[in-house]
């Protein structure tokens, strides 16, 4: 069995929880209320910026050019195709990019940017893969099952789409390579980086779901 199969193994159940997500579930039916996926647009391009960081980062510190290629190019996509993808949602519904990053938002950009700058970049690599593989196991089972007349389809094309799909291929399968040279107790926390990441994945859709806010701002009227 491919290590990456034992990966998706392990996280199945929060693969399942997501799929169940009231997000996901909104967003497939198109009935996702407008400024929900605002909201978790606003978190995302946030986070897009330090998941190409963190990309750029496994780059660097990659053996060999392929893969260092591949991270670069990943994280040159992430900036310029998804960024796209947000500014034309931006522009339809007329809104500024105005948000600061919610608390769930800044567990997750902070684990990866920490994994990619503390960890070995084996580590930061299996961290980064859920980003991918997720988000392709998410936007097909979306597509297979989404409304006709959905306002958020070029989201669901991007995600469920053969240029996505071959990048979370071509990352599936660096962390094969990569791990097939690693001892048993480094494949191990390349595993529970990629069931942490998952996780976030889960509370990122939760968290925009949610409008999650920091706690202790409206109370006290502190400035994030
Ligand atoms: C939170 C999150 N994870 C993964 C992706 C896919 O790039 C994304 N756009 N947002």
């Given amino acids: 069995m491919k290590f990456t199969d034992q990966l998706w193994k392990e996280i199945e159940p929060i693969y399942k929880a997501i799929l169940e997500l009231p997000f996901i579930t909104e967003l497939t039916a198109g009935i996702l209320p407008e400024e929900v996926f605002l909201f978790y647009l606003k978190q995302d391009t946030l986070y897009l910026a330090d998941f190409s960081r963190a990309l750029s980062l496994a780059g660097v510190r990659s ?54 700058t503390t960890k070995d970049n084996v580590i930061s690599i299996a961290a980064l893969l859920p980003c991918f593989w997720i988000y392709r196991e998410v ?17 669901i094309n991007t995600y469920a789409g053969e240029d996505f799909n071959e990048g979370v291929n071509e990352a599936i399968s660096i962390t094969n390579a990569v791990a097939e040279q690693e001892p048993e107790y480094r494949r191990e926390q390349m595993s529970d980086a990629f069931v942490k990441s998952t996780e976030l994945e889960w509370m990122f859709w939760k968290s925009a779901y949610e409008q999650e806010q920091w706690p202790l701002r409206e109370a006290y009227n502190f400035k994030g």
């Fill in 63 to 116: 053996q060999g050019s392929d893969h260092m290629n591949s991270f670069f190019r990943f994280a040159a996509d992430v900036a310029v195709v998804e960024g796209q993808l947000h500014e034309e949602y931006y522009r339809e519904y007329g809104v500024a990019m105005d948000a600061e990053k919610s608390p769930s938002c800044f567990a997750y950009t902070n684990f990866l940017l920490s994994t990619a």
């Fill in 139 to 155: 936007g097909l089972e979306i597509y297979k099952q989404a409304s006709k007349h959905n306002p958020y389809s070029d989201w």
